[in-house]
């Protein structure tokens, strides 16, 4: 088991929120970090769920003390939702670390909007986070804290057009997807380049899981439920796949562990599967202009101005 090779250190005393932390690779996350001693704040954006997830982390890490996991309502497609839970983190005065986790990973086959009328996979993955780290930079600074951004392999596979970002043209599933991904990336780098310019001391990292798919990881009640055609599908691949339990390690590395500089990327030592190491990010997502413009339709689109 990789975990043998890699541990996160005592987290004892340290708070963290997670975005989408109900399922897949955010409820891992939460598991391995409250593990290690931290409170989690679970964020999702359905109340039920939220309470199944916080319900099973209970059941599966015993002894787990009371004040260590909270729930937040957050709606990282929907702006006023963003605002509200910001605000309410903003009235704990600290905070460790965010994992930028939630995210359309099956995007609708016809482009959709938000309430807000964005682009709903731009909105869901890039827009809601960016607003949510900039809103929270206050109390992240006050811990010396750090935020990570999930990236994806995919960032490699797909041409990228920075002109349109939100896909009013030649939308599909797949490029909605891979577009956001370079955004998070471009944008997690970028704001390392400005927090540091800005001498704000908060760290911005990206990570990404390698390819863990819900086949490959164990069965939970309300939380992860493949069907056996899903799993008997994922273990097909399964030389090039690990579970979520697994690809959620570089993750909570990037978030909480030792030697992690701003900046840095960071993933599955196999690049699809194995234990966290520090990797290269997509040459597209290392361009500065790109990262540039991207920050400045990320501004306009949410109103929040990083300082
Ligand atoms: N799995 C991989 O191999 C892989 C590879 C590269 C990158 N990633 C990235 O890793 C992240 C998590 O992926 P995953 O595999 O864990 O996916 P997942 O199992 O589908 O989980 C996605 C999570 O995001 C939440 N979410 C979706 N829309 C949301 C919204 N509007 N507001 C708040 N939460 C929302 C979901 O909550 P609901 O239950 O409410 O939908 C769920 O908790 C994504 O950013 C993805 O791009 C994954």
């Known amino acids: ?68 996991l909270e729930t937040l309502l957050l709606d990282t497609s929907n702006l006023g939702s963003v605002r509200a839970a910001a605000a309410t983190v903003r009235g704990w005065g600290k905070i460790d670390g965010l994992l930028l986790n939630a995210g359309i990973v099956h995007p609708p086959s016809r482009r959709e909007t938000t309430a807000d009328g964005h682009e709903i996979v731009f909105a869901t993955n890039v827009l809601g ?24 392999m995919s960032t490699s596979l797909t041409p990228y057009n920075p002109v349109d970002p939100q896909l009013t043209e030649g939308y599909s599933a797949w490029r909605a997807y891979v577009q956001s991904k370079v955004a998070t990336t471009a944008l997690g780098l970028e704001a390392d380049r400005r927090l540091r310019a800005a001498r704000i001391p908060v760290a911005s990292v990206v990570a ?15 939380v992860n439920e493949p069907s056996k ?24 590395h990037a978030l909480a562990g030792a030697g992690v500089e701003s900046g840095t990327f960071w993933g599955p030592r196999f690049a699809l599967h194995g234990t966290p ?21 990320a501004e306009e689109a949410t109103g929040v101005h990083w300082p």
Do not use: C
């Open 208 to 222: 990404h899981p390698g390819y863990s798919t819900s086949g490959r990881t164990v069965g939970i009640a309300g």
């Open 1 to 68: 088991m990789p975990r043998a090779a890699w541990s996160l250190p005592d987290l004892t005393g340290r708070t963290y929120l997670i975005t989408g932390s109900n399922a897949g690779l955010g409820y891992f996350s939460t598991e391995h970090l409250v593990r290690a001693g931290a409170r989690v704040v679970m964020t999702g954006r359905n109340p039920n769920r939220l309470a199944t997830a916080r319900a099973a982390v209970r059941r599966r890490v015993p002894g787990l003390a009371l004040e260590q």
């Open 129 to 152: 986070h960016f607003a949510l780290a900039g809103e929270l930079l206050v109390p992240l600074a006050a811990a010396l804290g750090r935020m990570v951004w999930l990236g994806s």
């Open 229 to 252: 055609v899903g799993r008997f599908a994922d273990n097909l691949q399964a030389p090039v796949t690990q579970s979520k339990e697994e690809g959620a390690l570089p993750l909570v």
């Open 277 to 297: 190491r520090r990797a290269t990010p997509a040459r597209i997502t290392r361009d500065p202009d790109i990262a540039r413009r991207l920050w400045t339709v």
